[in-house]
């Protein structure tokens, strides 16, 4: 059957129908990652888009749910320039064909996905339409693009009440990780690895209690914690600050989830509330800007965002540079910092724009890109254990002046 991407521009892309056979207006993304298109696609932080994923071939490891960042996917609509039907993988459930109709996400296949990603990159992120209408009427289509906003999606994506996960008790438990980490962690323990993998390095977070706040958590956050001892409550993002105060955890983490962080405007408000507090506090992608805008600093919308597992951030600190994963189209603007509130922690060196803060007299640091990366480079999963040494420093500190 065939399918057709229309842009706001009036660009038309045609190709074939896949996946759900409904029709769909969201904003166009693309990611240029060449594997883990299952780990995107059910990033909550993609709710209320349409993604375009650059590498040619998709599909052709299958489905496999223990590799699932979230329940279920999120995007509005997948397009891609190949989709393998057929899978060749052990672990594979299905294939990405059955997930995609399964899951009610329309696409479109066969298109050229090189000229959409240039179009994109250079009139910057647009809203489009896929609809298999071989008849449709751009003067109709073309207002409904240009109207399309994604809105308030956090509040569709976090979960509806708040719920509790134990940590670790010991390093052979594997339980909480998820995908190839398994079998990383399985050949060490069967001596096929020789260095121990950093992803369960140590439990050095054991008795600590961590608070989350979901506002459209990628679950490796929450099991990067797990792994290293911590027991965590996750929270609505809609939850006050006075119940999580109350709870007295040892630590709070603010993590990524979709949309414009300016829509979140209750939230930001008890996000200042828990800046206030001396909790030690460490926030991943959107949970990193709201921090910035609950103290006074500012976002804007990036011309096309980054989306991606091959993003270079620097450490302002020591000047070491990590391969990070990220999907953010809003950035931190460095030049409305107040840097008796925050000072940038990592630069992306590509383009410059801010990729952390460590907040002045606070222990409160956030990044914009993803520590926890399934899938993706683990260089920065470090900055996990920084938190857990944050906390135990502060708690070692409230003990002194007991």
């Known amino acids: 059957m065939k399918a057709f991407l229309i842009l706001e521009d009036g660009t038309v892309f045609e190709g074939t129908h896949i996946g759900a056979d409904r029709e769909v207006v969201s904003e166009i993304v693309f990611n240029t990652s060449m594997a883990g298109y299952l780990e995107v696609l059910t990033d909550p932080s993609y709710a209320g888009q349409a993604v375009c994923m650059t590498y040619p071939l998709i599909g052709n ?49 066969g298109i050229d996905t ?30 409904r693009l240009k109207a399309y906003t994604t809105g308030k999606v956090v509040e569709k994506v976090t979960c509806k009440e708040k719920y509790k996960l134990k940590g670790s008790q010991n390093l052979s438990e594997n339980g909480a990780l998820s995908g190839s980490a398994k079998f990383v962690l399985a050949d060490y323990e069967a001596g096929k690895r020789e260095k121990k993998p950093s992803l369960v390095k140590n439990l050095n977070g054991a008795g600590i209690h961590i608070a989350l706040l979901d506002f459209g958590m990628k679950d490796n956050i929450a099991d990067s914690l797990k792994r290293r001892g911590c027991d965590v409550t996750v929270y609505p993002a809609t939850t006050s600050a006075a119940e999580i105060i109350d709870a007295n955890p040892d630590g709070i983490m603010l993590s990524n989830g979709p949309g414009d962080p300016k829509e979140c405007t209750s939230i930001i408000v008890e996000i200042k509330k828990l800046y206030d507090t001396n909790i030690p506090i460490f926030a991943i992608c959107l949970g990193h800007q709201l921090m910035a805008l609950a103290t006074g600093a500012d976002t804007y919308k990036m011309k096309y965002g980054h989306r991606g597992g091959n993003h270079p951030v620097k450490d302002l600190a020591t000047g070491r540079v990590y391969i990070s994963s990220q999907n953010h189209g809003y950035v931190v603007d460095m030049d409305k910092l107040d840097p008796n509130v925050a000072t940038p922690a990592f630069i992306n060196v590509n383009d410059g724009t801010n990729e952390g803060l460590y907040y002045t007299g606070k222990n409160i640091f956030t990044v914009q890109f993803h520590p926890e990366a399934c899938c993706g480079p683990q260089d920065s999963s470090f900055l996990f254990d920084r938190f857990i040494d944050m906390i135990k420093s502060a708690k070692m500190e409230v003990s002194k002046n007991a």
Not at 68 to 93: H, Y
Request: aromatic share 10%.
């Open 114 to 143: 090189r000229a959409l990603t240039k179009i994109l990159r250079k009139k910057g992120t647009m809203n489009g339409m896929i609809t298999t209408d071989e008849q449709y009427k751009l003067d109709k289509i073309l207002p």
């Open 61 to 109: 490891y299958g489905i496999c749910i223990d590799d699932m960042e979230s329940k279920k996917p999120w995007p509005d609509g997948f397009i891609v320039r190949e989709l393998s039907r057929n899978f060749s993988n052990f672990r594979a459930d299905f294939s990405i064909q059955q997930f995609l109709e399964e899951n009610h996400i329309p696409g479109i296949a």
